[in-house]
């Protein structure tokens, strides 16, 4: 049988709502205008509010957006696809996987076996037990955050020995808009609707990251940017659980 055509999808983008430097309007418009990309994913830290302003921005334009968003779970960072709602952050794995599915959402592994100097939160340690028994639908595979080249080669071998119960993702990773769509994800058909049955049936396929001094460079300049950012995200969250 002839295959289907292959869409591509960046399922891991973050926006101002959380420590990225670009709006929503400026991610969506920037997926149109400078890439081919069928669908992407807003993923803000503990916030849905970016992917929800960046629905209704796409509403008219050539490419659909998930609502997503990348929770700060106890066991490292999950990212809840098609999840309306924001969801606590510092619980359990299980205890956020759960939530996540309530929603009818799915739950991916972020960026695993990141190097635990990487991040204060530990981001996903590599920790296989909690890969191994939490109810996750995926793992990302390709992240394109410089200095995950490694973590990458561990997170395709462990999804290869687990391919039958997990999806393969790639999604950027993006904090800026040059970054969007240098790691994908291969699916058949063109909707978010044909994605997400790519996704349930592990029929999903992988594309990058490229290694690129420009885009390490690229980071490198917006790093003070994104840190204040991600400060402020963090003062908000310690708000939130006061209110």
């Not at 510092?90 to 996987?97: K, V």
Request: aromatic share 6%; charged share 25%.
């Amino acid at each position: 049988m002839r295959r289907r055509h292959l869409s591509t999808a960046d399922l891991h983008i973050h926006t101002t709502a959380s420590d990225g430097t670009a709006t929503p309007r400026e991610v969506v418009e920037w997926a149109v205008s400078h890439t081919d990309l069928k669908v992407i994913a807003i993923c803000d830290h503990n916030s849905v509010t970016g992917a929800h302003e960046a629905v209704e921005i796409a509403r008219d334009l050539p490419i659909e957006v998930v609502i997503g968003q990348e929770v700060e779970s106890s066991d490292g960072h999950i990212l809840g696809l098609w999840t309306r709602d924001a969801i606590a952050p510092d619980r359990s794995a299980a205890e956020t996987i759960a939530d996540i599915h309530r929603q009818g959402g799915l739950a991916v592994i972020a960026h695993p076996f990141a190097p635990r100097w990487w991040h204060k939160h530990g981001l996903c340690r590599g920790e296989r037990d909690v890969y191994d028994t939490c109810d996750y639908d995926g793992v990302e595979c390709a992240n394109s955050t410089p200095l995950l080249f490694l973590a990458n080669f561990y997170a395709r071998g462990y999804w290869r020995a687990n391919r039958t119960r997990l999806a393969a993702t790639g999604g950027s990773d993006a904090h800026m808009l040059e970054v969007i769509g240098t790691s994908r994800t291969l699916f058949e058909g063109e909707t978010a609707q044909d994605l997400r049955r790519a996704l349930e049936t592990r029929a999903t396929r992988i594309w990058g990251p490229v290694w690129s001094p420009l885009r390490t460079w690229r980071y490198s300049r917006k790093i003070p940017e994104i840190q204040e950012r991600s400060a402020a995200m963090a003062q908000r969250d310690v708000k939130h659980k006061h209110d």
